[in-house]
């Protein structure tokens, strides 16, 4: 592909040559920017860049990229606010955080806040594409459904709204990813495995305890009993299930 950077900081295309989408890049080393510059525009994604979180508010907003990729220590908004706000805005659009902090709780927070994917500094560039690669291939995919019920319940996948008895329930976008998956294979035992790499998009991860702490919280927000749930059972040795 061939591109011109222009005077505020995005890789513009030239006429004629083809585009698979904008990917915004929030990142505050200008090496590290030019390096995922490059490397997104050889694969014909148009770049745009912001070293600063107004800066990333604001063109997230407007340009309307098809994936974030995010470093979480940044100038006036931290990588965690921007986190959350791009998902309030707009959940369907993936955000691959990027960072030198390999903790699993923070892994696990950023998941929670509606992170798909989580990549440690330093990393491979090959590795890094493929999986926001893969993070935009699996949202295509999978476009949401308008609505679904069960007992008590009314959920709105594309308003991201969720009501029981009639009164608006919290779920984060993390939450309602994990519940459009078990709506779509209901009545079907899932993994903890299958689960971490269907809804969060990876093959490994350190721990299923990521699984078991989501469906405690959707168990708490929509089962009339927690304690015994009559709907995101568990089955034991084998994984989960999701009964109407």
């Not at 525009?41 to 600063?52: F, G, L, M």
């Not at 899932?190 to 919280?217: A, F, H, M």
Request: hydrophobic share 40%; net charge neutral; proline share 5%.
């Amino acid at each position: 592909m061939i591109s011109r950077e222009s005077s505020t900081g995005e890789s513009a295309l030239l006429p004629g040559v083809h585009d698979l989408g904008t990917i915004l890049v929030v990142e505050d080393d200008p090496r590290m920017q030019q390096v995922l510059q490059r490397m997104f525009s050889a694969e014909q994604y148009e770049v745009i860049k912001a070293e600063d979180g107004r800066t990333a508010l604001e063109l997230f907003r407007t340009k309307k990229p098809i994936a974030v990729v995010l470093d979480l220590i940044l100038p006036n908004v931290s990588g965690r606010e921007l986190c959350q706000s791009f998902k309030s805005t707009a959940p369907e659009t993936p955000v691959i955080i990027v960072s030198a902090i390999s903790e699993v709780v923070d892994k696990v927070l950023l998941l929670e806040l509606g992170a798909d994917d989580y990549v440690t500094k330093p990393f491979s560039p090959r590795e890094l594409m493929a999986r926001v690669q893969a993070a935009i291939r699996r949202r295509r995919k999978t476009p949401l459904a308008d609505s679904y019920r069960f007992a008590e319940c009314e959920i709105d996948f594309k308003k991201m709204t969720a009501t029981r008895k009639g009164t608006a329930v919290a779920l984060t976008s993390h939450e309602f990813r994990l519940l459009k998956f078990f709506t779509d294979h209901a009545e079907r035992v899932l993994s903890r495995e299958e689960l971490l790499n269907e809804v969060w998009g990876y093959n490994c991860y350190p721990t299923t305890r990521t699984v078991d702490n989501q469906i405690l919280k959707l168990r708490q927000k929509l089962e009339s009993d927690p304690a015994n749930p009559t709907h995101f059972l568990t089955i034991y040795g084998a994984g989960y299930k999701f009964i109407p």
